[in-house]
Each structure stands twice: as structure tokens, then as C-alpha cells.
């Protein structure tokens, strides 16, 4: 299994940026697949995720509204639209997939919201 992550970067205040996560190794359009974040000094928490099919999104109570997640498993890849960035969605943030208690995670995208 391998997810190679792009995009992130620095942005400022109100800004926005898009995520993205190509898959491979698995077969992508069965299994739901997720987004975490993880602050200096903070545990890892989960930003959003989304059904193997797209229909079923769910966000953290932070980031809605605000935050799109969505997928193309033509493309094996799932995506994380973030807009009017703050600055404490600061973070270093990872895309992730499961099956019972394995979990696999990507190589992980800095994202820096400062003006």
C-alpha cells in the first residue's frame, strides 16, 4: 500500500489550498478513506473522511463548512479542499486508509496558515 500526498504549503489567512492523495496498492474505490491532521504538541485528530462510493462525507466540527473532501477512484486519488484557511488549522497533515486495526498512512504535507 502506498499514499503519496501533494500540495500544502504556506498560506495566509483566509486563503486556500488543496491536498491531494494518489493511492495504489489496494484496491482504492472499496474502502473509505480519511484525512488527519496533527499540530506541534497536539495528538493526531481526524479532519474528514469519505465512503468508498463518495456518498457519505463527515467533518470534524472544526473544519466545517469550510473543508471539502471528495475522491476519484478513477484516479485513485482522494482530495482535501481547504478554504477560508486559520491559522490554527496549522499542521502537518496526513491522508489515511484502513482495514480493521491496519492502518497505512501517508507520507504526511505541511500546511502553514500565517500572514
Known amino acids: 500500500v502506498q499514499l503519496v500526498q501533494s500540495g500544502g504549503g504556506l498560506v495566509q489567512p483566509g486563503g486556500s489550498l488543496r491536498l491531494s492523495c494518489a493511492a495504489s496498492g489496494f484496491t482504492f474505490s472499496s474502502y473509505d478513506m480519511n484525512w488527519y491532521r496533527q499540530a506541534p504538541g497536539k495528538e493526531r485528530e481526524e479532519v474528514a473522511s469519505?465512503?468508498?462510493?463518495?456518498?457519505?462525507?463527515r467533518y470534524a466540527d472544526s473544519v466545517k463548512g469550510r473543508f471539502t473532501i471528495s475522491r476519484d477512484n478513477a484516479r485513485n486519488t482522494v482530495y482535501l479542499q481547504m478554504n477560508s484557511l486559520k491559522p490554527e488549522d496549522t499542521a502537518v497533515y496526513y491522508c489515511?486508509?484502513?482495514?480493521?486495526?491496519?492502518?497505512?498512512w501517508g507520507q504526511g504535507t505541511q500546511v502553514t496558515v500565517s500572514s
Open positions: 489515511n486508509v484502513h482495514w480493521g486495526l491496519v492502518k497505512f
Open positions: 469519505i465512503s468508498y462510493l463518495g456518498s457519505v462525507t
